[in-house]
């Protein structure tokens, strides 16, 4: 896998401050992608893993509150081989670290395993440890600046956790537009 860029001390994509992992690699190539270059699957740097343990070293201060992965897309199955062993050694050596991933596929997609173009051997242990999923292809003719991370509207603020207990979609508190909530 490759990666575009990491960001330090992100506060836009996610709650909190937060570390960003921009992976390479997306078949979606959705009309007016704020990231286009990164639809390359060779785009930026290969994931290494001293780039791996700056990542995990970032996520340990009390301030940073996890992890972001958006891309590219980091649900395509060739970028998922990476981002469970880096999930896996969060969980481990970083617990306390929130995991939001932005997806272009649907939560639908994402769960069904007869999907095979995103849903692979890794997907499910991925989505246990997320908290926060944004799924969804960028639509330009939904583009909204009023959402809270998130692009467009078709776009949802997926709470992964509460989704997998009650088996259907259950929408983050996140995805309401009311930033007045959130004070």
């Known amino acids: 896998m490759n990666?575009?860029?990491v960001y330090y001390n992100d506060v836009a994509n996610g709650v909190g401050c937060r570390t960003a992992l921009f992976v390479s690699g997306?078949?979606?190539?959705?009309?007016?992608?704020?990231?286009?270059?990164?639809?390359d699957f060779n785009y930026g740097e290969p994931y290494t893993k001293d780039v791996e343990d700056e990542i995990i070293e970032s996520l340990k201060p009390e301030y940073i509150a996890g992890l972001t992965i958006l891309g590219?897309?980091?649900?395509?199955i060739v970028n998922q081989k990476e981002i469970r062993p880096l999930l896996e050694r969060?969980?481990?050596?970083?617990?306390?670290?929130?995991?939001?991933?932005?997806?272009?596929?649907?939560?639908?997609?994402l769960i069904d395993a007869d999907n095979k173009r995103c849903h692979g051997e890794d997907t499910d242990a991925i989505l246990s440890m997320t908290d926060i999923l944004v799924d969804g292809e960028f639509?330009?003719?939904?583009?909204?600046?009023?959402l809270r991370f998130r692009g467009s509207e078709n776009q949802r603020i997926i709470d992964v956790q509460r989704s997998l207990?009650?088996?259907?979609?259950?929408?983050?508190?996140?995805?309401d537009r009311d930033e007045s909530r959130f004070v």
């Open 165 to 175: 207990q009650n088996g259907e979609i259950v929408l983050s508190k996140y995805n």
């Open 139 to 146: 639509v330009l003719d939904k583009k909204n600046l009023m």
């Open 3 to 5: 990666y575009g860029q």
């Open 90 to 109: 969060i969980k481990r050596e970083v617990p306390k670290a929130t995991i939001w991933i932005y997806s272009g596929y649907l939560w639908e997609e």
């Open 72 to 76: 590219g897309e980091p649900m395509e």
């Open 26 to 39: 997306c078949t979606h190539h959705c009309k007016g992608c704020f990231n286009e270059m990164t639809w």
